[in-house]
């Protein structure tokens, strides 16, 4: 399935490519790295560990329990949920030389995810390891949206997407990221991507992950509550109760067995 999903975007590519990538807005810019500094007080984060409660909702059904999320750099993390039906792990990383992952249901036989789902943000659900800290790296480019109502909140809007060598618009769309400032604070209220079926990169299924109630660790602008929602409807909730950073998080954890 992976070796599919893999001939599907590239067949795809060959349709999108362009000829020129396109470069940054300064203003957009100039916000990520106020949202960074803002995040980080201007000390690096390397790692960090989150445990809350959970609620999980699928449909109709919804079910609470525990989780963890970890990340590392803003390549790797790890998403472990002990819920009432079961345990469910997830991982990114970049072992393959590009972006990858899988996840795991009650620590049985671990799936990839189809690689074209592994071009936004490994750590969705800590802003200060995302692509915003990018402003350097000349594969990512920033846009500035407009000053804009987002979910009943003013917002600053700021697009954020990778340009591989050769300026293929498919990985551009793939990895766009759509964050949403508060016009103040420049912290992070949202941040807003596209999923996509395992054998279809083209289709998008709108996700969202809606950051609230910063508190401060160690100097560190932390979201004590995140909700991921999925065509419009939450389908991950999570009260944050303990957050730890920099205590050298090990790679080996960023795999499933």
């Given amino acids: 399935m992976f070796r599919l999903a893999v ?65 590392k750099g803003i390549g790797e993390s790890r998403v472990d949920l002990n819920l009432s039906s079961g345990t469910r792990s997830d991982v990114r990383n970049t072992a393959s030389g590009a972006p990858g992952g899988a996840w795991q249901k009650n620590g049985g036989t671990s799936t990839s ?77 949202a941040v807003a991507f596209q999923v996509h079926p395992d054998m279809d990169a083209s289709t998008d299924i709108p996700t969202e992950v809606r950051f609230a109630n910063y508190q401060t660790v160690n100097g560190f602008q932390i979201p004590f509550h995140f909700q991921r929602m999925l065509n419009g409807g939450v389908v991950v909730d999570v009260a944050v109760t303990n957050a730890t950073l920099n205590t050298g998080v090990l790679d080996s954890i960023f795999s499933l067995q």
């Avoid at 659900?125 to 987002?150: C, D, M, R, W």
């Avoid at 917002?155 to 508060?182: C, E, K, M, N």
């Fill in 113 to 189: 995810y189809a690689s074209h789902n592994c071009w936004v943000d490994a750590s969705w659900f800590f802003p200060a390891l995302s692509s915003l800290t990018q402003t350097a790296n000349p594969i990512f480019v920033f846009k500035y949206v407009g000053h804009e109502q987002h979910g009943g909140m003013n917002t600053q809007h700021i697009r954020v997407f990778q340009t591989p060598a050769g300026g293929i618009s498919l990985f551009q769309h793939l990895s766009t990221a759509d964050f949403y400032l508060d016009p103040a604070s420049l912290l992070p209220l």
């Fill in 7 to 71: 001939a599907v975007s590239l067949l795809i590519s060959t349709v999108y490519a362009v000829g020129q990538n396109p470069s940054s807005d300064p203003f957009a810019v100039s916000l990520a790295q106020k949202s960074v500094a803002a995040l980080t007080g201007g000390a690096q984060i390397s790692d960090v560990s989150l445990n809350g409660s959970v609620t999980s909702i699928f449909g109709s059904d919804s079910e609470t329990g525990t989780g963890t999320f970890r990340a």
